[in-house]
Every structure is written in C-alpha cells, then in structure tokens.
C-alpha cells in the first residue's frame, strides 16, 4: 500500500497570501496525484488530478505540480472560502489511499 | 443534473450487517467506476473500496477486506455497499464517489469527481 503523507498538518495564513501544502508518496506514484478541499459538514471538492489539471470550474489560483513522489498544492492569495482542509490522494495502485489532511487556517 | 445520493446508513450493534445504496443519476452510469470513502468523526478521508465500470474488477482497504462486498446495478443506477461484522471503528460518514470513466474501453482518471452528501454509521453496543 501506498503511503501518503501531508505536510503541514496546519497552516496558518492570512487573506491574500500565499499556501503551499505539501505530500509525498512512500513510493513512486508518477503524476496520478489527486488533490480535495473539505469544508465542515460537507462533502470533499475535487481540485486538482493528474498532479497537475485542474478540475472543472476550479479557480485558476489553485495550482498544482510534482511528480514521483513530492507533491505541492499552492493556493495563491488565499480568500475567505479556501480556508478548508485539503487532502491528497494517490491513484496509481488500485489501493486509492489518501494523505491525512493539511488544515489551513486563518492567522 | 449529476448526483449521487448515499441511503442506508444507522446505528446498528457490533458483530451485526448494514447495506448502503448509492443511486446514481445524470450521468451514464455504467461507464465509471465507483468508489466508496468514509470519514471517521473528526478524522480524515479514508478509501474503502472500487468496482470498475463492468464490475469485473473490485479492490478493498485492509480495513475493508473480508467483510465489505462492494457491488453495482447498472440497470438500476445504484452502487451499494454490503456491512458485514461490523466493528465499532466502523463508525463513520460513508461516500460514494464517481472514479474513471471508460472511453473506447480504456479507463481515464480524472479523480474522483462527483460525490454524494454521506450517510452517516454509527455502530455501538
């Protein structure tokens, strides 16, 4: 199994900075990177796919690289509804796993 | 519009069984695989399992294997979810969640794009 791991667990930012989150993959999972945002009581928000494309009607200032087995979620000028919990998923095994999660929060 | 609708979820006693339903709509169902996720309360995501777009291919978490039965119904639209032995960390927000879709008998990922609202399993004693 694939074991994914989010870095930090909490990040705290004010409006219109910048966040960058990061995962990293225990082995090589190429770009097959997924990227989610969760909002209390709600269901989680596909970002990101392909380590890079953006999902449909996602804001362009969520970006998203890396390969192998370093990953980063950037969110430039951070507004009011990105403060979420953001997680990364791996789909190169068929064991889809997930990371534990990254929480930004307002500073 | 596209939407997943998860049913089935409840309090039930440790040891007992359960069956989620997924009802799919506005989308050819039976061109995606499907997956389910659950979320512990206050915890992070947690995958459980997929079935591919024929049904022919089905993977579990270690969590999972042995007791849950992912299965589907195309000519109904509902993906379900078979309970079995079901421990108290089994308590948990279970999704269901629209995976690859199959073009020209190829699958491509484009994440897991559409989710229901959840169903909520609470098991205890």
């Known amino acids: 199994e694939v074991v994914m791991t989010q870095s930090p667990a909490t990040l705290s930012v004010s409006p219109g900075e910048r966040a960058t989150l990061s995962c990293r993959a225990s082995?090589?999972?190429?770009?097959?990177v997924a990227w989610y945002q969760q909002k209390p009581g709600q269901a989680p928000r596909l970002l990101i796919y392909?380590?890079?494309t953006r999902a449909t009607h996602i804001p362009a200032r969520f970006s998203g690289t890396g390969s192998g087995t370093e990953f980063t979620l950037s969110i430039i000028s951070l507004q009011s509804e990105d403060f979420a919990v953001y997680y990364c998923?791996?789909?190169?095994?068929?064991?889809?796993?997930f990371g534990q999660g990254t929480k930004v929060e307002i500073k | 519009q596209v939407q997943l609708v998860e049913s089935g979820g409840g309090v039930v006693q440790p040891g007992k069984y359960l069956r989620l339903s997924c009802a799919a709509s506005?989308?050819?169902?039976?061109?995606?695989?499907m997956h389910w996720v659950r979320q512990a309360p206050g915890e992070g995501l947690e995958w459980v399992a997929v079935?591919?777009?024929?049904?022919?291919?089905?993977y579990y978490a270690g969590s999972a294997e042995g007791r849950f039965t992912i299965s589907r119904d195309d000519s109904k639209n509902t993906l379900y979810l078979q309970m079995n032995v079901l421990r108290t960390n089994d308590t948990a927000a279970y999704y269901c969640?629209?995976?690859?879709?199959?073009?020209?008998?190829?699958?491509?990922?484009?994440?897991?794009?559409?989710w229901g609202q959840g169903t909520t399993v609470t098991v205890s004693s």
């Open positions: 506005g989308f050819t169902f039976s061109n995606y695989a």
């Open positions: 969640a629209r995976g690859a879709v199959v073009v020209d008998g190829s699958p491509h990922w484009h994440g897991l794009d559409v």
């Open positions: 998923q791996q789909y190169n095994d068929w064991l889809r796993t």
């Open positions: 392909g380590a890079s």
């Open positions: 079935i591919s777009y024929d049904g022919r291919h089905r």
């Open positions: 082995q090589s999972v190429n770009t097959n």
